[in-house]
């Protein structure tokens, strides 16, 4: 906190090695002020979540093959090893990178009912939204630090229930300064806890005159207490964990066992009907691949059928007019003769799932930055290596403490990848903090929704990785405090019971060490 304010002072127009000097003597000089302040008898503080490191305020904007004006993006420093969120992989060919950012801009674009190009920029847009959609752009939910995150500070749900003329009502749990969310019924016997879309097109300007299509009853199945939610989960460095082979995930989950079961920890693999293999994606590791999850996405998000996905979910009454799927693979064009690359082409000729598989795909992993690394004297975000934050002997200790604890005994540190066509794919050691594997997390965290292997209680391990820059938390997003989050592993019937209690029984010291960890990866 500190840190932000002394770098806002106006005296700090110097190079940024004099900066740094001057920051790590303030960063000194704060204890000393502290012990003349307070009696020495006092008691140490209580652990505190340091909060989401800054963004800054550096921005680009991607126009890709299709866009007149660019969606505008956040930039991420990047840390040594070149990971950073909303970056692409290092070391792709110019053709990859290319497609990268064209299929960056497709993930960007926004959703209508009609197709119609916005007036106001002359963009084109993604023919199909709805009938029932809760979002209307993959960027929409995945924007939270940079493009493929999660949900932002501001929920832009709240803006789209009435746009183009549409009058949705906003359910209660949805609200300016809250994650966008989701919703499901879990006891509903009809929809077997499926995704209830929160809107409709009904009365927005590019629905088909005269459809009809009532929202959700969120109302009733509140007060039946039948509703859970999730948040969006980030993309970042997804494509390492899709490259991961089975067998190394396996051998990787068994290595922990005599450890795991002396503190109760069981765990298994959520795994696809059709092959047999292990799943991976979302909260629940119910997604098989990248692709999956984007027609997915486009279809229960969206509303927008695709070769996936080719059938609505919610029909209403003359809202559904377009012949399906209504994203498709495209024949040759003739925007494709005129783009200037061989990525734009292929951009352009793939589908818009296809698209989103591959910007998935080739985004990097987030960054490892110290939690104090704040901004520079021009508001651009820093990325401290761990080892030189003035802090690095606490989050050294918090990284020790994560082990011995058993944190790690979930949240696993290391993986590898198999081999790939790209090279920072391509046998690549990984951090995700996490076993993609399923652990029952007791009744607090239950949400009542089985999907695949997953029952009612049991959830994939988070993945970490990203946590620095995460605001809320959780699968239904339901604090922002670190603390709170870990908190919430402990109730009846979890198998993080017996970690948690040795969280609780260090010291003050050693937890604020953890949480100043979490908050640098
Ligand atoms: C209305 C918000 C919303 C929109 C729009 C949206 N998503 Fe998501 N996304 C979510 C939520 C919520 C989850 C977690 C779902 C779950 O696991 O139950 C998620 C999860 C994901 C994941 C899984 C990542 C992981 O590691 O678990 C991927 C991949 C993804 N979305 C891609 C997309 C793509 C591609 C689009 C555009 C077609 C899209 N999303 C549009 C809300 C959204
Ligand atoms: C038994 C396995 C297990 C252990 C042990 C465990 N976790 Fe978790 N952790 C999970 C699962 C599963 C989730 C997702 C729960 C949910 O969203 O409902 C999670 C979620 C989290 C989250 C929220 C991440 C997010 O994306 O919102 C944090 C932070 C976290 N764990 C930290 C810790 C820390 C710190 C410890 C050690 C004190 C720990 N965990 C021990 C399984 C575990």
Known sequence: MNHRCLMQNPIRHQADKLALGLLAVA??????????TNPPSIKPLRAVDPGPRPVGNQSIAVKGAILNKGIVDTIQPKDADGNGAGHQLANLT????????????????????????????????????GPAFNGDSCFMCHSFPAIGGTSPFTNPQVALATAKGAQNALPPFIVLNGP????????DALSGGA????????????????CTLAQPDFTTQLQKNNVIFRIPTPTFGVGYIENTPDQTLRSSFEGTASQRSTLGIAGRFNTNGNDQTIT???????????????????NVEMGVTNELFPNERIAGKGCDVHELPEDTSNIVQPAVL??????????????????FGVFLRLNAAPSQCAFDSGVDSSGAALCTPLANS??????????????????????????????????????ATFHPYSDFALHGMGQILADGVVQGAASGNEFRTAPLWGLGQRIFLLHDGRTK???????????????????????????????????NFLRSL
Not at 27 to 36: E, M, Y
């Open 481 to 515: 405090d670190l603390l709170e989050a870990i908190a919430a592993h402990q109730s009846p019937g979890s198998e993080a019971n017996g970690v948690i209690q040795s969280f609780n029984g260090v010291t003050d010291a050693q937890r604020q060490d953890i949480l």
């Open 280 to 298: 991976r994606f979302g909260w629940k590791a119910q997604n098989k691949s990248l692709l999956l999850f984007s027609g997915e996405g486009a």
């Open 27 to 36: 960063l000194f000089a704060g204890p000393t002020v502290a012990q003349i």
């Open 94 to 129: 110019p053709d990859q990178t290319a497609f990268w950012f064209a299929s960056l801009a497709v993930f960007g674009e926004q959703a209508t009912v009609d197709g119609a190009s916005d007036p106001s920029t002359n963009n084109p847009s993604i023919r199909g939204l």
């Open 195 to 210: 995704v209830r879309p929160l809107f409709s097109i009904q009365g927005r300007s590019d629905a088909p005159a005269g």
């Open 338 to 355: 005129a783009a200037t690359t061989a990525g734009n082409a292929a951009s352009l000729e793939a589908s818009d799932i296809a698209n």
């Open 390 to 427: 003035g802090k690095a002997a606490s989050i050294a200790d918090g990284q020790a403490q994560f082990r011995s604890v058993g944190c790690a005994l979930c949240h696993t540190e290391t993986l590898t990848t198999g081999p790939s066509p790209f090279a920072s794919l391509n046998n």
């Open 180 to 187: 966008i969310r989701e919703a499901r019924f879990p006891g």
